[in-house]
């Protein structure tokens, strides 16, 4: 298999992973052309892919839309923003979205008004920009919350988790089961966090308290629902 990272490939799987719209379908049979075709991805994980597309374009649109949103959009374990995965409910959040859509935009992404820098096809689509190396390293920042997904979406038995694992693949890694948090109850996902929390704006300083420019760091929070200093620097 190949070392290099496929630019094409890594577009194809950010297009795969977004919402599967009309668009997106008009677009599956080329999505299927280069998916099989790459040399980096073992067989196995390529007829997988495959067979996930065939799939979306066989089923009827409405219930392909309904999974998507059911599968990605009700709950915290199978969610495409990373940020909820590292910072949950914190008001961290927010500057790290900042700093995460400035990275995009000194490399030449803009986002469209609404769209997310956190979204992991834009994410991913931000890597397929960069070259082999730097695509590599910025993919590999978020393993963790990765192979998170990836085994959350084993756990459901959704052919999606193909895709997390090709990208896992991708960078260098190996895709592997890992233990999976439980979403929390309703009322738990809509508490209120509290006011004051001594927060801090130190995680956004470099080694010494220095401040300026800092590599992207995907810094699980193992309290999501509180608020922590760690988490994507910029």
Known sequence: MSTAVSSR?????????????????AHLPELRS?????????RRRRDEICALIDALGRQDPIDVEAAYVDLFDRGRA???????????????????????????????LYLAPGEFPDYLPTAIEFASMQDAV?????????????????????????AYASLLGALIEL??????????????????????????????????????GAKGAQPVQWVRNPNPTTSRSSGVSA
């Open 9 to 25: 490939s890594l577009r194809a799987l950010a297009r795969l992973l977004a919402y599967p719209d009309a668009a997106l379908r």
């Open 34 to 42: 280069v998916m099989a075709d790459e040399a980096a991805l073992h």
């Open 78 to 108: 199978t969610s495409l923003h990373l940020f909820e995965h590292v910072h949950g409910d914190s008001r961290d959040r927010g500057p790290a979205m900042i700093d995460l859509a400035r990275t995009y935009e000194q490399a030449g």
């Open 134 to 158: 730097t695509a590599r390293a910025f993919i590999g920042e978020m393993m963790h919350i990765l192979q998170a997904i990836f085994s959350a979406l084993l756990a459901r038995q959704s």
């Open 171 to 208: 960078s260098g890694g190996r895709a592997e089961r890992v233990p999976v948090a439980t979403d929390p109850s309703l009322d738990e996902s809509w508490a209120e966090p509290a006011a004051f929390s001594g927060c801090s704006s130190a995680g956004q300083s470099g080694p010494g």
